[in-house]
């Protein structure tokens, strides 16, 4: 695997999770730094200024060691080496081998010059290409990722390669990922600690991507299920990305929500109004973009066969015209034109010329429950099953209703579905659709959470499903990805008062004694008595202002719970330890 396709993920992830805090910082860090630059490329260089100036910067960042403050130092100290790294500074061009070729030359003529000096130095004066390599930049689970092995960066041949491979392959993606400054990489790359997203080997979500890879050759098409927050729109999407190397849809993968309003007319085909250069309106069939994503990936595919009777200029043309979002008058005659042409050509070539088609194309359909599955796809669902589609068993090639024309689907293009359990459950699923898809079950993982201000998250979110699966049932248990982004005590009070406890609200309506008993008693007060004398409940918020009852509050949360709930819910077990049930 490619430094890219390593870096695509990971950054990816990362970028999601921290974008916020890197854009509140962005603009005070980049100005810092400028200045930095200033100071370094001034005549009246001052070693002591520049130095605190870059402590001022770290301590912006959010960590005392971003920059290598100790090993910057002796690259200042050393107007040779300053000499030798002048040509990389900022609006320069990088050849990468030359700036091997130079780092590998300080090396060996200067004693005490470490490559996190070199460049902590060159992030200083080329935040646009460059970033800090030391152990708190590039830490140990980043490491593991990009190189296979967590010793650190240090020196020698090899370390300068891996060096240089990481700043080239940044440089290579950052675009992609809509990032701007190579630093803006390496403030993300720092956040990478405990979990990272990714999996030990690098690849993300490892065991499901062979699951994936395993039901996708077989049926074509996976649906993620699993309670809210358990990473499904992001396990789909990165899957995807990793298998076409492309961070945005447009080319070879598309994503779509479904809705209840989401119609044929949008996924497959349907009229649309134009209006030509002179205000005249006009009715066309535009096609949707499940039929234009088919259409890519057949194209494409047979755009790689080695066959003379295949016109590879017309269909390059398509390919063209594919990826366009609007088609004038002009255009849309020749698009309809090389459809034909398409169709016909799919009509004459053998079976087996349709087989294996590559690469491979990818439809991320997210919440894919909420749609009404009849009335999107009608009777294409049939042509989604293995034997029916482009040079299966059973080939099958129909005729669309309001265009006319022939559709098949190739063997290339692939469906992800995700599904939120605590929406619908797989047991309500169209019949039709739960036959023709596998399915792949997403659980929350307490084990990627770990310890904050001495609350084990591992823990509370365990006891927190244990009792949700005990007094109504698995799929309305609660995702780990609710914990991943906390840091401080803060985050946590975040999640727990605008997350956890409405979804808590939202799963058990009106029924606080239930509330009340997942909650082993905590956070919820008795405000008043009903006429009746029933007690009526309310969220605690009191609690929020009190750090030291916060944290006692969600240790005893994670306890062993006392009583029961009452009312319906009075056959809950009294034991914490009850097993789920399905």
């Known amino acids: 695997m490619s430094m890219e396709e390593k870096l695509n993920p990971l950054l990816h992830c990362l970028k999601e999770k921290h974008q916020d805090e890197w854009q509140r910082k962005e603009e005070n860090i980049i100005q810092y730094i400028s200045k930095v630059r200033e100071k370094i ?79 902590t130095y060159l992030s200083l004066v080329n935040p646009e290409i460059f970033i800090p390599i030391g152990e708190h930049v590039i830490g140990k689970k980043v490491r593991k990722i990009l190189f296979g092995d967590n010793s650190p960066i240090v020196g020698g041949n090899w370390e300068i390669d891996k060096a240089v491979w990481l700043i080239k392959g940044i440089n290579s993606v950052k675009e992609g990922l809509g990032i701007k400054y190579a630093l803006e990489a390496g403030f993300y790359l720092s956040k990478c600690r405990e979990e990272c997203c990714m999996g030990n080997n690098g ?110 200029n017309r269909l390059q043309r398509l390919s063209d015209l594919l990826t366009k979002k609007e088609l004038s008058q002009m255009e849309y005659t020749e698009y309809a034109r090389l459809k034909r042409y398409l ?112 609350i084990n998250l591992a823990e509370l979110l365990k006891a927190i499903n244990d009792r949700i699966t005990a007094v109504k049932d698995r799929d309305h248990r609660i995702g780990h990805s609710y914990f991943l982004n906390v840091e401080t005590l803060e ?44 007690p009526v409940y309310d969220i605690d918020r009191e609690i929020i202002e009190d750090n030291e009852k916060f944290v006692k509050a969600l240790k005893d949360v994670i306890s062993k719970r006392n009583g029961r709930p009452s009312g319906d819910n009075d056959h809950s077990p009294t034991n914490e330890g009850s097993t789920e049930t399905s």
Do not use: C
């Open 41 to 119: 490329e001034s005549e009246e260089f001052n070693l002591d200024e520049i130095i605190k100036a870059v402590r001022e910067i770290n301590s912006k960042m959010g960590t005392g060691g971003f920059f290598d403050v100790h090993r910057l130092q002796r690259v200042l100290r050393n107007g040779s080496v300053m000499a030798v790294l002048s040509k990389y500074r900022a609006g320069t061009v990088v050849d990468y081998l030359e700036l091997k070729n130079d780092i590998t030359e300080i090396r060996t003529r200067y004693r005490g010059i470490g490559l996190s000096g070199i460049f």
């Open 203 to 312: 690849n993300v979500n490892e065991k499901i991507t062979r699951q994936f890879d395993k039901l996708l050759h077989k049926k074509g098409q996976v649906i993620l299920y699993g309670p809210p927050g358990t990473g499904k729109t992001y396990i789909a999407r990165n899957y995807v990305v990793e298998k076409t190397g492309e961070n945005k849809p447009g080319n070879r993968w598309e994503f779509i929500t479904f809705h209840q309003s989401y119609s044929y007319e949008e996924f497959i085909e349907g009229f649309r109004p134009k209006t030509d250069d002179n205000g005249n309106i006009r009715y066309e069939v535009e096609d949707g973009i499940f039929k234009r994503l088919t259409l890519r990936a057949l194209v494409k595919g047979l755009l790689k066969k080695e066959n003379t009777e295949i016109d590879k």
């Open 343 to 454: 169709w016909e050509l799919v009509g004459e070539l053998p079976e087996d010329d349709l087989k294996k088609l590559t690469p491979a194309f990818y439809l991320i359909i997210d919440e894919i429950n909420r749609g009404n599955i009849s009335k999107i796809l009608g009777e294409l669902i049939t042509l989604l099953e293995k034997d029916k589609r482009l040079g299966g068993e059973n080939q099958l090639i129909v005729r669309l209703p309001y265009s006319g024309e022939p559709f098949a689907v190739p063997p290339n293009l692939y469906i992800i579905g995700t599904m939120n359990t605590a929406d619908r459950s797989i047991a309500l699923l169209d019949v039709a659709l739960r036959r023709r898809f596998a399915f792949i079950e997403v659980e929350p993982d307490p084990e990627k959470l770990g310890t904050i201000e001495g």
């Open 491 to 534: 985050d946590i009070k975040h999640v727990w008062y605008y997350e956890v406890l409405p979804l808590l609200m939202e799963y058990f309506y009106n029924d606080w004694e239930t509330i009340k008993w997942v909650l082993n008693g905590q956070f919820i007060k008795e405000i008043s008595k009903t006429p009746e004398d029933e």
